[in-house]
Nanobody, 121 residues
Framework: QVQLVESGGGLVQAGGSLRLSCAAS????????MAWFRQAPGKEREFLAGTRYGGGSVYYADYSESVKGRFTIFRDIAKNGVYLQLNSLKPEDTAVYFC???????????WGQGTQVTVSS
């Protein structure tokens, strides 16, 4: 079973940037679909971006409308990690950000512990 650990969160001013990292252990992520979610206080967990495994070395990127054009998801196969670049941050982006994985399932069933992102106005 793969284990995921997120890092890179912190406090940033509106308009700033952060890069979140998701480090995997236990398995290589090559055949996994990966995604980033977030959850703000009092709100449901929200899908942000995913990199779906399409077979071979093919991956498809998906984004929610709320972050398209501002956030970018990418993999580093050599480092067995997945990253989320957050640009043009807004106070409403404040949340705990989670990395998730799935393989041969329709639902993401492996989760990291989350990393806090706080955007000040």
């Amino acid at each position: 079973q793969v284990q995921l650990v997120e890092s890179g969160g912190g406090l940033v001013q509106a308009g700033g940037s952060l890069r979140l990292s998701c480090a995997a252990s236990g398995r290589t992520l090559t055949s996994y679909s990966m995604a980033w979610f977030r959850q703000a206080p009092g709100k449901e967990r929200e899908f942000l971006a995913g990199t779906r495994y399409g077979g071979g070395s093919v991956y498809y990127a998906d984004y929610s409308e709320s972050v398209k054009g501002r956030f970018t998801i990418f993999r580093d196969i050599a480092k067995n990690g997945v990253y989320l670049q957050l640009n043009s941050l807004k106070p409403e982006d404040t949340a705990v950000y989670f990395c998730a994985a799935r393989i041969a399932t329709s639902e993401y069933d492996v989760w990291g512990q989350g990393t806090q992102v706080t955007v000040s106005s």
